[in-house]
């Protein structure tokens, strides 16, 4: 995936799809989501490997991968990360050492599909098809950023116009709040691609965490995570043989 750029300078055709992934904003409040605490290091066992803390949080198997993966290879190279998962809809924000700062419901692309339609951030709106409102899967150098309304944003892949961003509540048939607020992520596809999170849950955890450059890990629903990402199984490396290579 490509390293994002500025992200001030907005093109006049991404402009156009800033609109995508604009559709949601009301105020959710979800507990747990308090102020960021003080970054603590990652859980070292004796062997030296390191793991990712998840507190009280119990994830799925491939998330649990991926982050003692990131901790262990330090692929995140110093920056606060993400990984949204979206076969559950969630996405759970770590600091630099890989420790939890807080996990949320997001909404998604209507779209299931891991690519990116290519030179999708350049049309129009009306121009994008419902079967291509994806949001993809990869590596994503992220950066914070704004819109065209002037509200901050977090850009996940700025050439596709893909952002996590609040929701927004100004199409009520949309239902918008409701889908967050549900058991299941079923119905938390609704979007152009980007990724739409609970008011105070960006406010809270994820725009403090992405003050400057973080990486977000968006996990594939149509293939194995090892497909994307150059990962390992942190209880299986030999202790002197740590890994660094990651999927660009």
């Known amino acids: 995936m490509k390293k994002l750029e500025e992200t001030t300078a907005i093109h006049t055709g991404r402009r156009r799809t800033l609109a995508l992934c604009a559709a949601a904003a009301g105020a959710v409040v979800l507990a747990g989501c308090g102020p960021l605490d003080r970054p603590q290091a990652p859980v070292a066992a004796q062997s030296g490997k390191r793991l990712a803390a998840f507190g009280a949080e119990r994830p799925p198997g491939d998330v649990r991968h991926i982050a003692d993966w990131v901790a262990d290879s330090r692929d995140n190279q110093a920056l606060p990360f993400a990984i949204l998962d979206k076969v559950n809809a969630k996405v759970y924000v770590f600091d630099a050492n890989a420790q939890l700062r807080g996990a949320s419901p997001v909404l998604l692309g209507t779209a299931p599909g891991d690519h990116t339609v290519p030179g999708i951030g350049e049309r129009k709106m009306s121009e994008i098809r419902p079967h291509e409102r994806t949001t993809p ?47 299941t992520p079923d119905d938390n596809r609704i979007s152009y691609g980007c990724i739409n999170v609970p008011v105070r849950f960006f406010d809270d955890v994820v725009s403090p965490s992405f003050r400057q450059r973080g990486i977000v890990y968006v996990l594939p629903e149509t293939r194995p995570v090892r497909s994307v990402f150059r990962s390992y199984d942190v209880a299986l490396r030999k202790p002197a043989a740590v890994q660094t290579a990651s999927a660009r």
């Not at 992220?142 to 050439?159: K, M």
């Not at 609040?166 to 949309?174: G, S, T």
Request: aromatic fraction near 6%.
């Open 137 to 183: 899967a990869g590596r994503f150098v992220a950066e914070p950023g704004r819109n065209l309304q002037g509200e901050d944003i977090v850009w996940v892949d700025y050439d596709a116009a893909v952002s996590m961003h609040r929701v927004r509540a100004n199409k009520p048939e949309e239902r918008r709040l409701e889908r967050l607020a549900s058991p």
